[in-house]
């Protein structure tokens, strides 16, 4: 256990117990005193109660400082974990939602599933503590106010726990369909509003989505009314108590009068507090489970226990390989990449020629047939090492939301600045490098908005070089160019090809036209290949 | 940040009905808060003194009832408003999202998803416990303390004195630290920002094996350090409360205490003043325990605020009609005010009836914002757009677009089938129709009952390209448009299918206006018009 989260927790007890002896022991001095005792006599209890009056606010301070350190603390390990979830499963495990949608979830789960310890747990500690605590001193004084108060914390958390749980759950579940239809409605307008309001066809989205605010409304209405019942709960059976203790706690000392009577009223606060704690339940609960079945996601490739090295020199070779994932296969294909072979793969768009290259990089296993690299086997191989050497540059590469120093230096952490310049010089971004008045500085923008389309191919590019592969993957590499910079860009890669084998996917005839070998896929009916290895455990990720 | 926004007052008649409710509540409650303390207060004298106290015990069950009641229909009616503030506030940011008239950047999708789904829950916090909880505040301490002076002038002066003072300091420290606050939002954004890039390019790192839990864990400490730094100072608000409030509950205590000693003062005044005191300080407590609620939610309420607020078109005139007159571009450029050069400068250029005209140009010279302009969606920074010697700007934008059929670089998908899509261009068009269109557009193979999810997610981009290009063929066979206008529509076609496409434009009665780098699409055209990029010197 962490020492900080146990002393930030005897700490928020304390707090909780002093706030509950300020109330109790003002009580008990100003009857005593009303017994005109010599005013020593008073002394502790006068001491006791500024000691309680300092001690809330300073044991709440501390326990805040101490508990907020753990839950950050907690939040670094849960960023890790989700992390090597995704990084295993990625890319063809990942869940097919939108890839903004599932980070920005996965991004506030973390966030959100930590106040199960600071807004639920803790409360709940400190709650139970001031309770027994009360109880215990109750029972010197007088044990039936002691039972009495005791049954109702007992009747009051069990209300907390159980009863409303429940009604907050169907509440929070209903309220989150709702939800969810209303922004993925609303995002999918957002992101057709232009094709519709150029086409004049709005008015019967709309409709859709005013009809799903109407329903989240309703919804809420349906069950507006729990919000304030168990509070309203509380203060009734407070009211009860006290009218008990009054009725029946018969023989109890005079002077302990205040505190028999006020045990009920001091413990209000406490109560209430574990039912606010309450209404957060149903969001931790769901983002916890949100991130726990990040665990489950399945993962595409398995890494062989012992991995073999492969040999320095020899080049890729594909026998047989029937590419495909979760649809569409490709018909076998065998081919060898050499040094200086530059090979060329087209065929239909959607047949599955991206999801061969990702194949190629040991991030799909293939559905039959075999890999080698330098004679070894990929199944032997282990995934690291295959991408130390095979290179890929896929159609919509992240660029990072940084400078361009350390978009390259995704690839090469120890490189220099002068290689840096060298190598954006040779894909050419030289004159963009010159125009930047911050150089390598530059910020680039999310997704290197700030750039072109043509200069953040060229940058993936330079980025792709920087990593030293002996295999470049280059998924339509013209994409998106004008016809002087594919052609360009064109020439540029065939300069590479002295150094390294060199694989372009494409559908361009331009672009076949410069390769040695052009391999052509077509797509398979499902009976072609092998089931799938390793039926994976279809997790759905939900994000609602 | 100010607790209330004016804005959301005057806009909404939601809020304004829940503030009336929560006063009324709040003067009840104030009045059950005062009833409760002295009836304990009696309770506790008469148990003291041994006299019968059945009739009281009742009557402070009663009392707590009642209380119980009030802070049910308090919650009730706070929720509510809630509820009716939320959807009035979506029924409106739904509007503007297809709203014709919008000029600029469409909505930001990201945006528009986190306030219409989760980031409107904070707006609940907001309005149904931080508003209502701001109107106990000025309700209940002043009448809480009035009574106390009833009862002892001397306790309720140290309440009188400390609570103003505490607000003093509690408002002077979050001033102090409001800069350090605001450091620690920029902190966790950027950390934030830094996990969020670190799964959006998991594919890209992985591909240059760069694993990230060392530099996770670095920037994680590094947050939680400055995090915990700017805490130690944030906190201290609610520790000068809490002192003040408990201390000077202890104070009054004492104080009272001292005086029932030597007989100045009886126990049921005395017990009356202790019950009260804490009742003063606790929605002022209350209240900056729930500050998290309203600073999330006045966030959110600035974020719609946000979206409502751009430029719309106001131009009423009806649109000439496109198959007789020219469209007159008149040294048009557009700047964009976050960038330093402009993002289209263009001299006159003249489009006739029935043309089909490239435009050319380097990347970043402004194709697509021409078309932008064109569609009405931007608006010239310079120059104007003239069609039949009327400005574009004052011609009504809906009836404008009628006339237009439109294929931009990554054409929106609705949910449904391939021929809903298809159909959006002429909602009376036949299947043969629908069909004809999608076989010119070389989509020959998609079938129309072939079903499209939500945002295309399941269809390609060369897919969405043809199924967008059917739509503006339709637009033009059936829907009567006469001007299509293109962004690079054969990228991602094949050269047969290409083909296919540019002949059925060529056939279009229409003028065909295509952003276009193939060369083959640029040779269908009958003229070329090059744009440059813009230098910085000539704006």
């Given amino acids: ?544 | 940040m100010k607790p209330l926004d004016p804005r959301l007052v005057r806009r909404s008649h939601g809020v304004r009905s829940l503030l009336g409710a929560i006063a009324g509540l709040g003067v009840l409650s104030a009045g059950t808060v005062i009833a409760q303390a002295i009836v304990i207060a009696t309770l506790v004298d008469r148990m003291f003194s041994a006299r019968p106290l059945v009739s009281t015990a009742w009557t402070i069950a009663g009392i707590f009832a009642v209380r119980a009641l009030i802070h049910w229909a308090h919650s009730t009616v706070s929720e509510r408003a809630a509820v009716r503030v939320k959807a009035e506030l979506r029924h409106e940011l739904a509007n503007d999202l297809l709203d014709s008239r919008r000029i600029g950047a469409a909505p930001d999708p990201a945006a528009v998803t986190t306030i219409m789904g989760p980031g409107f829950d904070a707006f609940d916090g907001y309005v149904s416990r931080f508003l209502p909880q701001l109107v106990l505040t000025c309700l209940v301490p002043p009448a809480v303390i009035v009574t106390m002076f009833l009862v002892d002038p001397v306790a309720a002066l140290i309440v009188a004195i400390t609570l103003p003072l505490s607000i003093v300091f509690m408002v002077l420290i979050g001033m102090m630290t409001r800069d350090k606050l605001s450091q620690r939002w920029e902190s966790l954004e950027r950390l934030s920002l830094h996990f969020a890039q670190v799964l959006d390019g998991l594919v890209v790192l992985k591909l240059f094996g760069r694993r990230q839990e060392r530099s996770l864990i670095d920037v994680g400490r590094r947050h939680r350090d400055a995090t915990m730094r700017s805490l130690r100072l944030a906190f201290l608000s609610s520790l000068v409360l809490e002192l003040v409030a408990t201390l000077s509950v202890a104070l009054v205590a004492v104080s009272v205490g001292l005086r029932v000693v030597d007989g100045g003062m009886d126990l049921l005044p005395a017990l009356i003043v202790l019950l009260l005191a804490p009742e003063a300080y606790l929605p002022v407590r209350q209240l900056g325990m729930m500050f998290h609620d309203s600073t999330e939610g006045a966030a959110a309420v600035n974020v719609a605020l946000d979206l409502l607020d751009h430029d719309r078109q106001t131009g009423h005139q009806s649109a000439p009609n496109l198959r007789t007159s020219d469209i007159r571009i008149d040294r048009v450029s557009v700047q964009h005010p976050d960038r330093s050069m402009p993002s289209l400068l263009m001299s006159d250029e003249r489009i006739r009836p029935g043309e089909f005209i490239a435009i050319v140009g380097p990347t970043g010279c402004g194709k697509s914002t021409l078309l932008d302009v064109m569609l009405s969606f931007v608006r010239p920074t310079t120059g104007q757009i003239t069609v039949a010697s009327t400005d574009l700007r004052d011609i009504d934008p809906d009836q404008w677009r009628h006339q237009i059929a439109w294929v931009p670089q990554m054409p929106g998908l609705v949910a449904g089938t391939v021929a809903d899509n298809v159909r959006l261009a002429c909602t009376v068009a036949s299947d043969t129709h629908i069909r004809q269109a999608l076989d010119d557009a070389g989509a020959a193979d998609l079938p129309l009952s072939r079903t499209v999810a939500e945002d295309g997610l399941d269809v390609s981009a060369g897919e969405r390209r043809r199924i967008a290009i059917a739509r503006a063929l339709l637009r033009v066979r059936t829907g009567g448009a006469s001007l299509v206008l293109l962004d690079e529509p054969t990228a991602g076609l094949d050269s047969e299918r290409e083909a296919s496409v540019l002949a059925s434009l060529a056939m279009l009665d229409a003028t065909v206006v295509v952003v276009a780098h193939r060369p083959e699409t640029i040779s269908a055209a009958s003229r070329v018009i090059a744009l440059s990029t813009p230098v910085e010197a000539t704006v």
């Fill in chain 1, 1 to 544: 256990m962490n020492r900080r989260l146990i002393a930030g927790a005897i700490l928020g007890c304390a707090a909780q117990l002093s706030g509950v002896g300020l109330l109790l022991t003002s009580a008990w001095l100003i009857v005593r005193a009303a017994e005109h005792p010599p005013v020593l006599y008073l002394m502790v209890a006068i001491v006791s109660v500024r000691f309680f009056g300092i001690g809330r606010a300073v044991f709440r301070y501390g326990e805040r400082l101490l508990t907020h350190h753990v839950a950050l603390s907690r939040m670094i390990d849960d960023r890790v974990r989700v992390y090597r979830n995704l990084e295993r499963a990625a890319p063809a495990g990942l869940p097919r939602q939108r890839r903004g949608d599932i980070i920005s979830r996965v991004v506030s789960d973390v966030t959100t599933s930590q106040d199960g310890l600071l807004r639920i747990q803790l409360p709940w500690i400190y709650t139970l503590t001031s309770c027994a605590v009360v109880v215990a001193v109750l029972a010197a004084v007088s044990p039936v106010a002691a039972l009495v108060v005791g049954a109702y914390s007992l009747a009051c958390l069990t209300v907390a726990r159980l009863g409303l749980a429940n009604a907050v759950r169907v509440d929070s579940i209903a309220a989150a369909e709702a939800r969810s239809t209303m922004s993925a409605q609303s995002a999918v307008l957002a992101s057709t509003s232009r094709d519709l309001v150029a086409y004049g066809a709005a008015a019967p989205f709309t409709h859709d989505l005013h009809e799903a605010i109407d329903a989240q409304a309703r919804t809420q209405l349906r069950t507006g009314w729990f919000a304030g019942l168990g509070a309203a709960l509380v203060l009734l059976s407070t009211g009860v108590a006290t009218a008990l203790i009054a009725v029946s706690a018969n023989g109890v000392r005079p002077v302990m009068a205040g505190v028999v009577l006020l045990a009920p009223v001091a413990l209000l606060e406490p109560l209430l507090s574990v039912f606010e704690a309450e209404r957060l339940r149903p969001a931790v609960l769901a983002a916890r489970s949100r991130l726990d079945q990040l665990d489950d996601l399945r993962r595409p490739v398995v890494e062989p226990l012992v991995a073999t090295h492969a040999a320095v020199a020899g080049g890729l070779a594909l026998h047989g390989v029937v590419a495909g994932w979760d649809s569409s296969l490709t018909t076998p294909t065998s081919v060898t990449l050499e040094r200086g072979s530059i090979v060329g793969l087209s065929g239909e768009s959607g047949v599955g020629k991206s999801t061969l290259a990702l194949t190629l990089a040991k991030l799909i296993p293939p559905r039959s047939g075999k890999l080698t690299l330098g004679g070894v086997d990929y199944r032997d191989l282990d995934g690291q090492d295959v991408r130390a050497r095979v290179g890929l540059c896929g159609q919509d590469d992240v660029l990072f939301d940084t400078t361009l120093r350390e978009n390259l230096r995704v690839a090469a952490p120890d490189v220099d600045d002068d290689r840096l310049r060298s190598i954006l010089t040779r894909v050419g971004l030289g004159p963009l490098l010159e125009r930047m008045p911050a150089g390598l500085e530059t910020p680039i923008g999310n997704h290197g908005s700030s750039l072109s389309g043509g200069e953040r191919q060229r940058l993936a590019m330079a980025r792709l070089l920087l990593g030293e592969h002996q295999i470049l993957i280059f998924d339509e590499p013209t994409e998106h160019l004008d016809r002087d910079a594919a052609r360009q860009m064109i020439a540029d890669i065939l300069s590479l090809r002295d150094e390294h084998a060199i694989v372009l996917i494409t559908h361009s005839a331009s672009v076949l036209a410069v390769c040695d070998q052009i391999v052509h896929i077509d797509p398979a009916l499902d009976s072609d290949a092998a089931p799938r290895p390793a039926p994976a455990p279809a997790q759905a990720l939900s994000l609602a």
